[in-house]
Structure formats: C-alpha cells, structure tokens
C-alpha cells in the first residue's frame, strides 16, 4: 500500500504543469473578489434629504431652510428623514414671514418624507438604495442585503464539499463560476429589492463554492511544499487582486446596473480555462477511474518533459492516503481538551471574520474618496498575505496569530482617541488595523487544519470556516452602528478583536510538531499536555518553582 505523493513524485514539485495550475486556479478567484465586495458599491448611500416638490407654495427662502439642521461631526448638515411641515411653512411664507428672522425654526412641527427624497450625484449615479428608498424607515434593508448575501455563503459552504465529492472538483468549479456569474447578470433586471436579495442569496452560494472548490482542486493537485504558497499567496492574494479591481470599475461606472453588467465580464473569460485546468487525480482514483487519472498524470509528466512509469496507478493496488475513516461531528467535542480547542477555533474564526468584513463593508463611512479608500482596503491586503506567508514558515502559530489580532485590535481602539478633523489619521489606522486582522484571517486555515487529527481534520475546517460565515452575517450590522456613532463600530470590533487575540495564546501550539493521526495524539498536543502537568505537578511538588503554565 503506498502513498499518493510517493507514487506521483517523479513530477516534482514546481515544474511547468504545476505552475500553470497554481495561476490559473488563483486567477479563477478574481471575480470572487469583486462579487464578495460589490455589495460596497450597490448598496452605497448617498447624502440625501428629503425632497420639496417644486409645486409647493414656498419663498426661496422658506424652501432653504425647510429642512432641519442636524449636528454630526461638529458641523450642521441638513437631516436627511425629517422636514418642517409643508403646511405649516406655506402659510408662513404666504404670510411673507421671514424664516430665523420671524419665526423660530426649533418650535416648528416636523413631518416624515412624505414626498421621498433627494439624493447627492457626487459619489453615486445610482444604487440600489436611491433606486428603492432603502432610508429612513427602510435604511435596515441596506445591512440585510450584505447580511443575506452571507447567508447564501454559508449555504454555498454546506453544500460546495458534498458537490464536488459527488460530481468531481472541475465540473463544480465551473457550474458555480456560472452561478455566480449568470445570476449576477440577473440581477441586473431586478424589478424590485426582493428579487434583488433573493438573487444575491444564490451569487453567494456560488461565489464560495467557487472558491472552495477551487482551493481543494489546488491543494489536491499540487504537492506538499506548494500548498501553503497556494493557500495564502496564491488563492488569497488573487482574491486581493479582484477586490482592487472593484473600486476601478466602480469609479468609471456610477450606475449599479451599468456596473453588475461589467463585473459579469471577467467571469465570462473564464469560460477558456475549462480546457486547461484538469479534474483532480485524486478525486478520479477515488472513483475507481483510474485511466483517467493516469492520462492526467501522464500528459503532466510531458509538459514537465519527464518520463513516467509505463503503469502509474494499479488498480489491484489500494492508496494509503485515500482511505479516510469515518467520522462524526460529536467526535470534536468528544475529550474536554477537543471540546475546548473546538469551541476556541469556532470563537477564533467568527470575530476575525467580523473584523475582516466589518472593516471592509464600512469603508464608504469613512473619510475622503469611497474609491479610493476602498483600493487601499484591498491593497493593504497584499502585504497582509506575505507577511501571513513569512511568518507561517518561521514562528510559533498561536504567538503570530495572537500578535497580529493584539495589533489590528488595538489601532482600532485608538482611532477614538483621533480629533473628527484629522480623519487621515483614522484612515491610516483602519488600514493598519486591515493590515493586522486580514493576516490573521489567512493563516486560520493552516492553523486548524495542524491542530486537529486526520480523521476529523476536514470537518474542522469545515465547521470552523462556517462559523466565519456567521461572523459575515452579523459583520454588516457593526457597519451600521456607525450611523448612529462614528467611532462606536471600531470600538466593537477592536475590542472583540484583541479579546480574541487573548484566547488565541491559549490554543495547544502545532509549529514544528508533527500532525496528529488519531484523537489521542491530539490530547498529546503541546499546550494540553502542559497544562496537565501543571496540575500534576501541583499535586506532587510542594515547590511552586518548578511549575509550567499553558501561558
């Protein structure tokens, strides 16, 4: 019985046929970048106020002041749900009363927009907000339509894995690129928000099945040493790449409609790489279709110009690493040390994600140019990975993690402590707070997959990446406190972040050991292990000196 690497290692590890697979699977994830983030744009909110109609009976100075002053930011800006009541102000200037002069604006009766609402150009043509009304009474559509396109992310997330179990990696991967890409142009014919949402919903689904499927078919095709590259420089820095091409395509296309028609482009282009990109070998010998996977293999060895075994794969001869016992979801809180890193990890990956998220969704809250702003948030992502990459190859994981989630949190906690006028510093320390979470985020993946064994490794990942899927869901909602307070959604998010970043130094450490096959190798793990012996060590030493903490 031998192994998958063992028999495939006469390819090597980085010849023409793996790099080409490496770019082309990273370049199948741009559109998810765009798609993930459109949201920003779609949903972006203008200035507005409400509207006078022009039939109104009104002085040009009653119609100037016919909306109250709001104080936000130490400056007054008109309030953009409220008016002075039209009947009131008419009689008033049909009586030739001055507004401020003769009469107090504060005593007057003020009235909802019973006319709708006048929306600033500056920023946005149109979005989906001016083009349904979702202010005011209906500003809690605006959180629901980013939160709902998540909810259709953790479907995509139960059901991508069982999909390309059952139909293979390569058909998945391109059924949901078509998903993704066919129901967003869909979208563009929206008749209302309803139809609108429940669109997005299924985008979502296939923009992280694409994504999914994506990372298994790379990670299955590629070897050993190209994995992480691919998890975190190649897949997530690809993603970076499609986040920065939102903001250029929004800047030139104002129009939400004009806009959803030109992100629906690159996923087009992708129709080519079907011819390309192989099904995965692995996937093929699980399914008993071993002439495939040996042409693969084959066709592989000749664009690396070497020569492969006459027979690669036997079938009378059984893989080791394709057998996989069974397991249960219950087997991850089946020990207390289990129990307890599951429920860290679940912790871990949720307000990471609602950090990643709530600062990329808030980036139109913030100061000075929204396109802008919105580039350096995808930018600043870039470094992010490559110093997730650095360090992965070179330091403890938990201390790394924990340092960089100290760091995002903490910048966040001090941009309460940044006058409202020196708003580049704010965006200075958001991105820095960016730079700090987002390289926490892409080293998750590799962090749980070595803490858990073999047999049940998969579903963690698979159940903690989902709880980041409810950390999405609930992201949008931090964003929408800003409304009410500046600062307020920093506050949260910071403080959650640097709370998590205290329990990350508790997890067992997987840096240097070796992964564990079995349950009760797991209990062995580093920090489980010292812990217990600090107990024992209680019970049998009466010298407190020689105890060693978890810590």
């Known amino acids: 019985m031998r192994d998958y690497e063992e028999v495939t290692a006469f390819l090597?590890?980085?010849g023409p046929f793996q790099r080409l697979i490496f770019f082309l699977l990273s370049a199948s994830i741009i559109p998810n970048g765009f798609n993930?983030?459109?949201v920003v744009f779609l949903a972006g909110t203008p200035e507005h106020h409400c509207r006078v109609p022009d039939t109104a009976n009104l002085?040009?100075?009653w119609r100037n002041h016919s909306i109250p002053l709001l104080l936000q930011d130490n400056r007054q800006v008109p309030h953009s749900c409220r008016r002075?009541?039209?009947a009131t102000i008419a009689n008033f200037s049909s009586l030739g009363l001055e507004p401020v002069r003769d009469v107090?604006?504060?005593q007057l009766e003020q009235e909802s927009c019973l006319d709708g609402w006048e929306f600033s150009q500056d920023v946005y043509l149109s979005t989906i907000v001016t083009e349904w009304n979702l202010v005011c009474e209906d500003d809690w559509k605006t959180p629901l339509t980013a939160s709902l396109f998540f909810v259709g992310v953790l479907i995509g997330s139960f059901v991508s894995g069982q999909l390309s179990d059952r139909f293979g990696r390569k058909n998945i991967l391109f059924a949901t690129m078509a998903v993704q890409t066919g129901f967003s142009f869909l979208q563009i014919f929206s008749m209302n928000w309803e139809m609108f949402t429940v669109l997005f919903v299924i985008v979502g689904m296939g923009q992280i099945s694409n994504y999914v499927v994506a990372f298994i078919l790379g990670t299955e095709i590629l070897g050993k040493s190209i994995r992480i590259i691919f998890s975190t420089l190649g897949v997530c820095t690809f993603f970076a790449v499609g986040y920065m091409v939102l903001p250029l395509f929004a800047y030139f296309i104002r129009d939400w409609r004009m806009l959803l028609l030109a992100l629906t482009v690159p996923g087009v282009l992708c129709i080519p790489l079907w011819w390309f990109i192989p099904e995965s070998p692995r996937w093929l010998i699980s399914q008993r279709r071993f002439k495939e996977a040996?042409?693969?293999i084959q066709r592989a060895a000749k664009m690396n110009n070497i020569v492969a075994p006459a027979v690669i794969f036997d079938p009378a001869e059984e893989l080791n690493s394709l057998k996989q016992e069974k397991a249960y979801i219950l087997d991850l809180f089946r020990t207390w040390n289990i129990a307890v890193i599951t429920i860290m990890s679940l912790l871990l990956w949720m307000l990471t994600s609602v950090g990643y998220f709530g600062l990329s969704l808030n980036v139109p809250n913030l100061h000075g140019d929204a396109y802008l702003n919105c580039f350096l948030s995808a930018l600043i992502e870039v470094p992010a990975y490559i110093a997730a990459w650095l360090l992965l190859r070179t330091l403890p994981r938990r201390y790394i993690i924990a340092g960089v989630l100290f760091w995002g949190g903490g910048v966040l906690l001090l941009i309460q402590l940044v006058p409202a006028d020196y708003y580049f510093v704010s965006i200075g320390l958001v991105m820095l707070g960016k730079f700090g979470v987002t390289s926490a985020f892409s080293m998750l993946y590799v962090f749980t997959a070595e803490l858990y064994p073999t047999m049940v490794r998969n579903m963690a990942v698979g159940i903690t990446s989902m709880a980041?899927?409810?950390?999405?869901?609930?992201?949008?909602?931090?964003?929408?406190?800003?409304?009410y307070n500046r600062v307020l959604p920093y506050i949260l998010m910071g403080s959650l972040t640097v709370l998590i970043g205290?329990?990350?130094l508790f997890f067992p450490e997987s840096f240097g050991e070796a992964l564990p096959e079995t349950l009760e190798q797991m209990q062995k793990v580093k920090g489980f292990r010292s812990w217990r012996k600090s107990r024992n060590s209680i019970e049998r030493e009466e010298n407190p000196k020689v105890l060693i903490t978890a810590f």
Do not use: K
């Open 12 to 14: 090597g590890e980085w």
């Open 36 to 38: 993930g983030m459109s």
């Open 59 to 61: 002085s040009s100075a």
């Open 84 to 86: 002075y009541r039209l």
């Open 104 to 106: 107090d604006l504060e």
């Open 294 to 296: 040996e042409d693969i």
């Open 468 to 483: 980041s899927r409810v950390g999405s869901i609930i992201a949008p909602y931090f964003v929408y406190l800003g409304a």
């Open 502 to 504: 205290i329990v990350t």
